[in-house]
């Protein structure tokens, strides 16, 4: 998903989320809570990690999810975290 947003848009950078916020759709392989997110540079092989956390809700996870991800998306620009 970030690989088609740097070609498309043509970006330095990209990240992408996907996942089950809840409160809804969880199944026993994902269940609520467990969240994907991604980061791309040009030129560089993306760098994704996976979130889980079933116990918090939508909200919360929401929440937690945006946190972290610009959070390692402002370390990644700033030198301080290679993608």
Same mark, same amino acid.
């Given at each position: ?14 990240? +992408? $989320?996907?996942? $089950? ?13 467990? $969240?994907?997110? +991604? ?21 919360? $996870? ?20 290679? +993608?």
């Amino acid at each position: 998903m970030v690989c088609g947003l740097l070609e498309r848009t043509g970006s330095d950078y990209g990240l +992408a $989320v996907t996942g $089950v916020a809840g409160p809804g759709g969880g199944t026993p392989e994902k269940p609520v809570g467990t $969240v994907w997110a +991604a980061i791309g540079k040009k030129g560089q092989k993306p760098y994704s990690w996976l979130i889980q956390k079933p116990i918090f809700n939508r909200e919360m $996870v929401i929440h937690l999810t945006t946190n972290i991800a610009l959070g390692t998306l402002y370390k990644i620009v700033k030198g301080c975290l290679r +993608a």
